[in-house]
């Protein structure tokens, strides 16, 4: 008798909402193309038409939906209706530049995630980048969180470090930590897909996780004990 093969389990169906470039879409699709990896994207929604991640999901064939309702409550309610029709189970915003009807949050509680460019709570809102230019910090970095009603809020699941450099502008850091984003957020997703986060408050914990072991010192120890 052949021996029984395991059935696969069913991906997580995810919603991606987004507004402009889609360089974190690119990069789940981009994960997702692996068959083992536990999600897959069933729907791409944005609230501008001329987003240019729309073709991101065009060229990887995934049904998208431009919802461009000026009102915050219809779009809400579009989304919402859109969401429920795609079967998604996780609604994952990636460069969504709207701030969403606090109904609709509280009615995807713990199934809507962000990612924001800093780490969090330092740096919410607008510019972030900028902001920890402007507060001369040594590290910045990236954070995905679950969403709650106030904007760049909520249980945090993961984050990435980098430092920043003395010659940085903003577009520099920007890179340096989007090239983060990219790695953090399909390994996020995937930490929701295979059940491992559960939130206690305001706070994530992941079952299996182990921190890092490495302490980072900018300037780096040899230039500061050169120097000293
Ligand atoms: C990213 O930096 C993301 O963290 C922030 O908006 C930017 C979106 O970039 N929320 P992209 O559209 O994914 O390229």
Redesign the pocket.
Known sequence: MAPPTARPRARLRLAVL??????????LIRAAADPVYPAEIALVISNRPE???LTHATRAGIPSRTLPQPSRAAFASDADRALRQSGAELVV?????RILDSDFVESWRDRLV????SLLPAFPGLH??RQALAAGVRFSG?TVHFVRAEVDSGPIIAQAVVPVHPGDDEALL?ER??AA??RL?PMAVRLFAEGRLEIAGDRVTIRGAVPPEITLYNPSEVLASADG
Do not use: D, T
């Open positions: 987004i507004s402009g470039r889609g360089s974190n879409l690119q990069a987003a240019p991640g915003l990636a460069g969504f530049m962000n990612i924001h460019p972030p980048q990236c920007s930590i989007l984003e990219h957020y």
